[in-house]
């Protein structure tokens, strides 16, 4: 019990920690972008952003499951369309979907193995590099904006963390999975800054469904679709007006 409450707080200060250095560098980060390609991507008309982000996340199909804090990290992108509509496309290359359930079993080739975990906790932890779209209308005073994206993601990498009385047992997953996921995201957010002072900050609650099976069905039967809601900070560069 003790332990349990150590690890859940050494993660809760690990994420404070994330978005405290996260929100103290970004400018710099972001500017690097730039100097490297020139003033152009530091615009109101487009410019270009570090976003990092907290998705709670959910399979469906899976008995006894609890969803758990995932994070995501990447580069935004933000085009003005017109007065009040943005595309946004984004890219991110830490895009982790963590699930916990309390009774699972271990499907290896090694059947000695697998005898000693069965129905037992589980951890899967999935990293994908996710790629939404977003179309978003911001309203006239510029403070609040709604948006809808089309995502596609790339599985990287999967793993099951199974846990017995004996100790836990680390196990490679990756060809249990499919290898492309696919859904809509829907957002609410809320831009903190002055125009033309170079300083925003875009705070956003996001839905996201998707369409396609997290595993193959040989390894978890039925529909087994992620979804999560998730806050994201987002902070694009955008030079100050003259």
Known sequence: MGF??????????????LIICFTSTVN????????VFGDKVATENFNIGLEIGFPYNSISSIDDSSPKLGLNFGISGNIKLSENWIMS????????RNLK??????????????DQFINVPTEFSLNYIDVPIFFNYI??????????????????DANGLFSNEDGEFDFNIKNQTEEIDYGFLAQLGYILGKDGQGKEIHLQLRYYQGLANVFK??????????????????????????
């Open 4 to 17: 349990n409450y150590i690890k859940k707080m050494r993660k809760v200060v690990l994420h404070l920690a």
């Open 28 to 35: 710099a980060q972001a500017a690097l972008f730039a100097l």
């Open 89 to 96: 496309p984004n890219i991110y290359f830490l895009s982790r």
């Open 101 to 114: 359930t309390d009774s699972f079993s271990l499907t290896s080739n090694n059947s000695t193995l697998n």
């Open 139 to 156: 309203f006239t005073e510029k403070s609040i904006k709604l948006g809808l994206a089309p995502q596609i993601s790339f599985r990287t």
């Open 217 to 242: 069905t040989n390894y978890i039967n039925g529909s087994n679709k992620v979804s999560f809601l998730s806050l994201h900070i987002s902070v694009p560069f955008i030079k100050s007006a003259e």
